[in-house]
């Protein structure tokens, strides 16, 4: 059992940055691979970005590639989502999700489906 939770949410001026964080419970929190999904107001929850276990396969959806970083500190169970040069189409609740790492992941890295576990979210409001 992984248990997730985000912070770093917030209120922040278009073109703006905020550091979104996802602490993880367990001791083997490097066989998880963890996604960040958002979900904005009377739309479905869409991928933004994911990382492996190890950190070394990185996955971004078009719409953040180039303002978005994701990274991990297996150190500390915590992956982070840098997100810099904020639009308002940005405003979302965003959530972490975990599932262990493995061969089938790379197929589907962008599917709610493939996670098992998630947070309760964080909101982050861009306003213009």
């Known amino acids: 059992q992984v248990q997730m939770v985000e912070s770093g949410g917030g209120l922040v001026q278009a073109g703006g940055s905020l550091r979104l964080s996802c602490a993880a419970s367990?001791?083997?929190?490097?066989?998880?691979?963890v996604g960040w999904f958002r979900q904005a107001p009377g739309k479905e929850r869409e991928f933004v970005a994911a990382i492996s276990g190890s950190g070394g396969s990185i996955f971004y959806a078009d719409s953040v590639k180039g303002r978005f970083t994701i990274s991990r500190d297996n150190a500390k169970n915590t992956v982070y989502l840098q997100t810099n040069s904020l639009k308002p189409e940005d405003t979302a609740v965003y959530y972490c999700?975990?599932?262990?790492?493995?061969?089938?992941?790379?197929?589907?890295?962008?599917?709610?489906?493939?996670?098992?576990?998630w947070g309760q979210g964080t909101q982050v409001t861009v306003s213009s």
């Open positions: 367990g001791r083997t929190f490097s066989r998880y691979a």
């Open positions: 999700g975990a599932t262990p790492s493995g061969a089938s992941y790379y197929s589907n890295y962008y599917g709610l489906g493939s996670y098992d576990y």
